[in-house]
């Protein structure tokens, strides 16, 4: 095939072929560091709000972060011949199914391995027929569980929703595409733009992105949103609103509106479909039918009807139809409708109002960044106290901090805060741990170790497909550990890739209520874990919360909004939240009293 007849690829399918590089590299036992350079190429491309191939056009393709130069001259290969020998190479060696295997939850790289060369399984429905059959069991370290385990991963793995792309990987995308608009355009063409749909709600997963624009030149506007780099198709060419693929294959539409109808516009294309039903409903008892340009008398007592009524803010619409203003994170049908009525709503949870982290991790485990230099970021994003908490030993599959790590630790943070009161800085760090809970619900650290840090989180990182019982169990012993402050990320989900364990949560938060464990809302924007709902429910059931961004890098301190929109969607105030309050107050929140 000469190279002007090669199909164009988008960054998604570029990204498929690196990540699938680094899943054969796994199999076939390969260098861990040449690895996770591929996954880490994987999800750069993934992630990336250019074209690749416009990237590679413009030789700029080591620019992009996580691509050196081997990796460049195969994505060169991709581009300009179709074919990556290298990949054939490794793809000649190990059967296509044999990766999609890995997909299944708990069938990682070695067990795929075994399953291929033992058992001669070399797809998904072969495994899934020998679990039935009862023939995995006959595994050296397999049985009849492990085949339970097997199949219900095969079910999860089917009902994943692969159209919908995580907000973390959706978001930023987005907010790059406004930015390239804006700068396309000459100043004052856009009056105001904002995001809507479910960007705008801060749903988990996207399908579709919305975009509202208010501008006097829509041509204008259209012609320099279709003319975007990143619009790889063009799937709808109108006046007032378009439609663009990017090269993730994401869909985005931009409308124009005029300025009256920017309030009635941003609400309908915000709202849940059954939060704009409720409004609708509401409306039409009053005499109004509205759609996404105003309000329209029809039956109203005193108006004939066709008589319009149109509002430049949403506050205006949902005032004139006697409700409060609902933050776009609530607009589910939840309950909102109703306590806008009653000017029952909460005053949500704010960015500004977290002053401290209390999970993160350093070089001393597996993060990027030294004790210092993570200090140093916290200090400049505002924060008052900052908690290392890197993974304890047990965790396995990532190094991890024993008591003579921790004393080490502990030697480094007193020199700091020795140095920061000298100065007269207000910033303390904390010593704690992510403290592995192990598979019979023990810890990874003893008691006595625990007992001398200053705030402990309790994570489970490892045998998330145990049936339920056990991992509830196994959980719950953890959390009515005294020296347990906080129960870390609980459902162990990662969006998109691993789906939650089957944990009973409810009694989990039950239990967390009543032994005053504290409990995450994990902020990376893969895990978001409590949701929304669920956060609301151990509020509810008298949890207190924390949100924290698990940050492994200096970077990861910028992933804080995705907490607190996420704490947001679930009604939390800031008084729900222990990181919100200072240092003192904080540290008597949490459960064990010894500091």
């Known amino acids: ?185 000459a100043p004052q063409t856009i009056q105001k733009i904002e995001l809507a749909g479910s960007l705008r709600r801060w749903r988990e997963t996207i399908g579709d992105v919305d975009i509202l624009v208010v501008s006097a030149q829509p041509v204008a506007v259209m012609e320099a949103f279709r003319g975007l780099p990143q619009a790889v198709d063009i799937l709808g060419a109108g006046e007032r609103k378009s439609s663009i693929a990017l090269p993730s294959g994401m869909q985005v539409d931009l409308r124009v509106v005029e300025a009256p109808h920017w309030g009635a516009a941003l609400a309908y294309f915000t709202g849940s479909q059954a939060h704009n039903v409720a409004v609708r409903e509401l409306a039409q008892k009053q005499g109004w039918s509205l759609n996404e340009y105003s309000l329209t008398s029809d039956a109203h007592p005193d108006l004939p009807d066709g008589t319009e009524r149109f509002f430049e803010t949403e506050e205006e619409l949902y005032a004139f139809l006697g409700l409060d203003w609902v933050a776009p994170e609530l607009r589910e049908n939840s309950g909102e409708i109703q306590a806008a009525r009653q000017h029952a709503l909460p005053r949500l949870i704010e960015l500004a109002d977290i002053v401290g982290e209390l999970h993160s991790h350093t070089t001393f485990s597996d993060g990027k960044g030294t004790i210092a230099e993570m200090a140093e970021a916290a200090r400049s994003a505002g924060y008052r106290y900052w908690n290392v908490s890197d993974h304890s030993i047990g965790l396995g599959v990532t190094q991890g901090v024993d008591a003579a790590g921790l004393a080490e630790q502990r030697a480094e943070i007193d020199r700091l805060n020795t140095g920061y009161a000298a100065a007269g800085v207000d910033f303390r760090l904390l010593l704690g741990t992510e403290v592995e809970v192990l598979a019979d619900g023990t810890l990874g650290l003893p008691d006595g170790v625990l007992a001398t840090l200053d705030v402990v989180v309790a994570s489970i990182h490892t045998g998330l497909r145990q049936e339920r019982e056990s991992i509830t169990e196994r959980c719950l012993k953890a959390v009515r550990n005294p020296h347990v402050d906080i129960l870390g990320h609980p459902t162990g989900r990662l969006i998109g890739r691993r789906e939650p364990s089957e944990i009973d949560l409810e009694r989990v938060l039950q239990a967390c209520a009543e032994t005053g464990t504290i409990v995450e809302i994990n902020a990376h924007p893969s895990r978001l874990d409590l949701s929304g709902p669920y956060a609301r429910r151990a509020v509810e059931l008298g949890c207190k919360l924390v949100i924290n961004c698990d940050a492994h890098s200096r970077e990861d301190i910028d992933l804080l909004p995705y907490g607190i929109h996420t704490a947001r969607r679930g009604w939390i105030t800031a008084a729900d939240v222990i990181n919100t309050r200072p240092l003192g107050e904080m540290l008597g929140m949490l459960k064990d009293q010894r500091r």
């Not at 001259?73 to 999609?100: F, H, M, N, R, W």
């Not at 990682?108 to 009862?134: F, Q, S, Y």
């Open 1 to 185: 095939m000469s190279a002007p007849d090669l199909p164009r690829l988008n960054n998604r399918q570029v990204a498929e072929i690196f990540a699938a590089i680094g899943d054969l590299l796994q199999i076939l036992g390969d260098n861990r560091f040449k690895i996770i350079a591929y996954q880490n190429a994987a999800r750069s491309i993934e992630e990336l709000n250019r074209d690749i191939n416009a990237v590679h056009a413009a030789g700029e393709l080591r620019t992009v972060p996580g691509i050196g130069q081997a990796i460049a001259e195969k994505i060169d290969e991709l581009l300009t011949t179709g074919s990556i020998p290298y990949y054939e190479k490794l793809t000649a060696q190990v059967p296509a199914g044999v990766v999609e295997m890995m997909r299944v939850p708990d069938v990682g790289p070695k067990t795929a391995k075994r399953l291929w060369e033992e058992l001669e399984i070399t797809n998904v429905d072969e495994l899934k027929a020998a679990a039935e059959a009862g023939r995995i069991r006959v595994l050296k370290g397999f049985g009849a569980k492990s085949e339970e385990k097997i199949l219900k991963g095969i079910e999860l793995l089917a009902r994943r929703q692969d159209s919908r792309t995580p907000i973390g990987a959706a978001r930023p995308l987005a907010e790059g595409l406004i930015a390239d608009l804006l700068a396309a355009l």
